[in-house]
């Protein structure tokens, strides 16, 4: 078939795509019409159904207008199949699209000259809007092809051709030029822990994202209520990544940084001089340790003001009530309750004694009450066992030198336990605080007893509603159909508020249990952050994506095994990810000087590219950096010439930022939104994780090795993130690891 049948064959799919999109519209908006419901239960039934569905289907349908079809299969048995991103049909039902996370599209992917799985020929077809632009032939099996399609063969490598394009500021779609490597991994099993290894440009990133848009098709039932949780390094690769899983097709996704993972807490400092003895394990005993710490007992018998009567408290019944307390097992504030309610009895019998008037056992609730809303009973049971919030409790830790010492004397060293108290009332939150927060959530508690009866009465009164929905859904002959579980059903013909997605509720919820949890960049998680994210994911069904050859954070991973056998031994696994088809083969050179320098047991992936130009080096005196980076940047601007020719990022170390962005005011810093839509990004190195460049300007590179610990694994990533050119700029003697460069 020749370029204009594939563009007819592509105009029939677009016409169903109108259609299906004007069914839907319509039939929406005529049961949006019809007002309140009315009628009978199983009439309010149906019109709830039908707008969810239409609702639901018209979103996706909305989503997926760019690229509806992008390549064509044809197999020994003469079928031919299309492939895109969602199944269409037409008024025969006849399928036309099939849908790229379908059994039947997975050859597309999978087969390879030595393993073709049944297909003759492999076509991608490229589109630009509606219009079809090309046409890519892979033949595995030439003697089976027509001498029609022999002589319409053509076409460049449809991967090539892909990542030789210019990029546009955002993740690249990769759904129709997925590798064989990749596949395995978007395909790989729901259960348990499946970690991508893969050094740079080998597309870990957008094989994990297209695995959750797979998983969430393969798996609906089982993650549709749960949802599926991405965590990502930074807000920068967030926005670079938010495009990706709508225009496959799902929308149902939360995306967060460790940072914002903690409800209510919004954390983007990532400079913490603490922050490797705050992600250390050590520090959930310390932690603990703290918690008991705040559960008092004077070291005699206490006088309690009642509103005006001094009742005695005596330590013993103190002693007494905490130790009964602690012995629930339960969170802090949890078991608070059992110790406020022993010592308001306590002090309703000494009051009684005080008083000299008799005390009957049914009276004390009475009593009890009574004390507890007068302000000195309160203020003294409340300083032997507080209510605490995580924040106040941590915050406490840190300004309290003797608090710590008490908590931490025999499990962090005495520098240690400075760095902690070194910065006292800090003006926000740090990212590495955000874990430990966490755990004192844990530790804490919170008491909701009143809640808990209140949803145990809501639960009984669910179960019948679902009991009753069952029925109807049977009688209705609704459920064979498998639209809707009787729960669902029920929920909708409650009067609850604004109905919320699952993502919405998800975000909300500390305590939620996601179905699948994605974590980019994982090498940079400490074990106090991957105890956090263990938490949302009780069933471990997780995709590690990273790069322990990347790792930035003097807290992260040197090895898989050492990151997830604490809370995963015997439930993972590992897919390597061996071919870069990003980062040329010129700069990859390069790249391997400075990997060996660092980890020399890791090997580099190989690149399948070549751009025809080496990268250079630019250097000078002292003091002749900034003026050096801003003409290199500009040069590239230059040669660039427009937003179509590419985009640029200048990386420097964190302390050059400032002045760098002064002498280059048109280059974007990279904590602003706009970084990604700009001709230029100014970023720092953890910016820069995961994203991708057409050229790349870096600034200082003896700067970026010295910042931090681990600043020879910082120029690995720093390096690797340009896709066509990259220009070091230096002053002073260049690190050794670069010397290879060419000089300018």
């Given amino acids: 078939m020749s370029l204009a049948d594939e563009q007819a064959y592509v105009s029939v799919l677009y016409g169903l795509l109108d259609i299906a999109r004007a069914r839907s519209e319509n039939a929406l908006a005529g049961i949006n019409s019809l007002g309140a419901p009315g009628g009978t239960h199983q009439a309010r039934l149906e019109r709830d159904i039908s707008a969810s569905e239409q609702a639901t289907r018209l979103a996706q349908l909305n989503g997926?207008?760019?690229?509806?079809?992008?390549?064509?299969?044809?197999?020994?048995?003469?079928?031919?199949?299309?492939?895109?991103?969602?199944?269409?049909?037409?008024?025969?039902?006849?399928?036309?699209?099939?849908?790229?996370?379908?059994?039947?599209?997975?050859?597309?992917?999978?087969?390879?000259?030595?393993?073709?799985?049944?297909?003759?020929?492999?076509?991608?077809?490229y589109t630009r809007g509606r219009t079809v632009?090309?046409?890519?032939?892979?033949?595995?099996?030439?003697?089976?092809?027509?001498?029609?399609?022999?002589?319409?063969?053509?076409?460049?490598?449809?991967?090539?051709?892909?990542?030789?394009?210019?990029?546009?500021g955002r993740m690249a779609d990769v759904v129709a030029t997925i590798q064989a490597e990749q596949d395995r991994v978007i395909r790989s099993g729901l259960?348990?822990?499946?970690?991508?290894?893969?050094?740079?440009?080998?597309?870990?990133?957008?094989?994990?994202?297209?695995?959750?848009?797979?998983?969430?098709?393969?798996?609906?039932?089982?993650?549709?209520r749960k949802g599926v949780l991405v965590v990502g390094p930074n807000p920068t690769f967030l926005r670079y990544i938010s495009q990706v899983l709508p225009s496959l097709g799902e929308t149902d996704v939360v995306l967060r940084t460790l940072g914002d993972l903690y409800p209510g807490v919004t954390a983007t400092e990532t400079a913490d001089p603490a922050a490797v003895i705050k992600g250390d394990v050590r520090m959930v005993e310390v932690l603990r340790r703290a918690v008991r710490n705040l559960q008092r007992v004077p070291k005699a018998?206490?006088?309690?003001?009642?509103?005006?009567v001094p009742i005695p408290l005596r330590r013993e019944a103190i002693l007494r009530a905490r130790d009964r307390a602690r012995g629930l097992g339960r969170p802090h504030n949890v078991a608070r309750k059992l110790f406020v309610t022993e010592l308001l009895a306590e002090l309703a019998r000494a009051e009684a004694r005080v008083l000299d008037r008799p005390l009957e056992e049914?009276?004390?609730?009475?009593?009890?009450?009574?004390?507890?809303?007068?302000?000195?009973?309160?203020?003294?049971?409340?300083?032997?066992?507080?209510?605490?919030?995580?924040?106040?409790?941590?915050?406490?830790?840190?300004?309290?030198?003797?608090a710590l010492q008490a908590a931490a004397a025999s499990v962090l060293s005495s520098p240690e336990r400075a760095l902690l108290t070194a910065h006292v009332n800090p003006p926000a939150w740090t990212v590495a605080d955000v874990p430990l927060l966490d755990e004192l959530a844990e530790l804490l508690g919170f008491d909701n007893s009143e809640q808990r009866a209140a949803r145990r009465a809501l639960r009984r009164e669910q179960e019948l509603e679902a009991k009753y929905a069952a029925e109807v859904l049977q009688i209705t002959g609704i459920a064979d159909l498998g639209m809707v579980d009787a729960e669902t059903l029920a929920s909708w013909n409650r009067d609850t508020g604004p109905i919320l997605t699952t993502a919405e509720r998800a975000e909300a919820d500390r305590t939620w249990a996601y179905g699948h949890v994605i974590i980019d960049e994982a090498q940079e998680l400490s074990a106090m952050a991957w105890r956090m994210v263990a938490r949302r994911v009780p069933s471990r069904s997780m995709t590690v994506v990273g790069d322990v050859a990347q790792t930035g954070s003097p807290a992260g991973a040197r090895s898989w095994k050492s990151v997830l056998d604490p809370f995963a031994r015997g439930r993972w696994r590992e897919e390597r990810l061996t071919v870069n088809y990003r980062t040329p083969a010129e700069i990859m050179v390069v790249a391997a000087d400075v990997l060996a320098s660092v980890d020399p047991g890791e090997r580099p992936p190989e690149s399948v590219r070549s751009e025809g130009v080496a990268p250079r080096?630019?250097?000078?005196?002292?003091?002749?950096?900034?003026?050096?980076?801003?003409?290199?940047?500009?040069?590239?601007?230059?040669?660039i010439g427009g937003p179509d020719g590419g985009r640029l990022a200048v990386i420097a170390p964190d302390a050059r930022i400032a002045e760098v962005g002064a002498a280059?005011?048109?280059?974007?810093?990279?904590?602003?939104?706009?970084?990604?839509?700009?001709?230029a990004a100014l970023l720092t190195v953890t910016q820069a994780k995961g994203l991708e460049f057409d050229r790349v300007v870096l600034a200082d590179p003896a700067g970026i090795v010295a910042q931090s610990a681990n600043g020879g694994h910082d120029l690995y990533v720093a390096i690797t993130r340009a896709t066509h050119r990259l220009t070091v700029v230096h002053e002073g003697d260049i690190p050794a690891p670069l010397r290879s460069l060419d000089p300018a």
């Fill in 64 to 125: 997926i207008e760019r690229g509806l079809c992008f390549g064509r299969t044809d197999d020994e048995g003469g079928a031919t199949l299309y492939i895109g991103r969602i199944g269409l049909r037409d008024d025969d039902y006849e399928l036309k699209l099939i849908d790229w996370r379908a059994p039947a599209a997975r050859p597309f992917y999978a087969a390879t000259p030595g393993s073709p799985t049944g297909l003759v020929r492999r076509r991608h077809i």
């Fill in 133 to 168: 632009t090309g046409i890519d032939d892979e033949v595995f099996d030439l003697d089976k092809l027509s001498p029609t399609d022999k002589a319409g063969l053509s076409g460049e490598a449809a991967l090539i051709a892909a990542v030789s394009s210019a990029r546009t």
């Fill in 191 to 224: 259960p348990g822990i499946l970690v991508v290894q893969g050094g740079p440009g080998t597309g870990k990133t957008v094989a994990a994202l297209h695995r959750a848009a797979y998983l969430l098709y393969t798996h609906r039932r089982a993650l549709e």
């Fill in 301 to 308: 018998d206490i006088t309690v003001n009642a509103d005006g």
């Fill in 362 to 402: 049914a009276d004390i609730p009475d009593t009890r009450a009574r004390l507890w809303d007068a302000p000195g009973v309160f203020a003294t049971v409340d300083s032997l066992w507080p209510q605490l919030t995580p924040q106040r409790a941590l915050a406490g830790l840190y300004s309290d030198r003797d």
């Fill in 617 to 639: 080096a630019i250097g000078g005196p002292a003091g002749s950096l900034i003026g050096s980076v801003a003409a290199a940047a500009r040069a590239d601007l230059a040669e």
């Fill in 664 to 679: 280059l005011p048109e280059a974007i810093p990279g904590d602003r939104p706009e970084s990604l839509e700009s001709p």
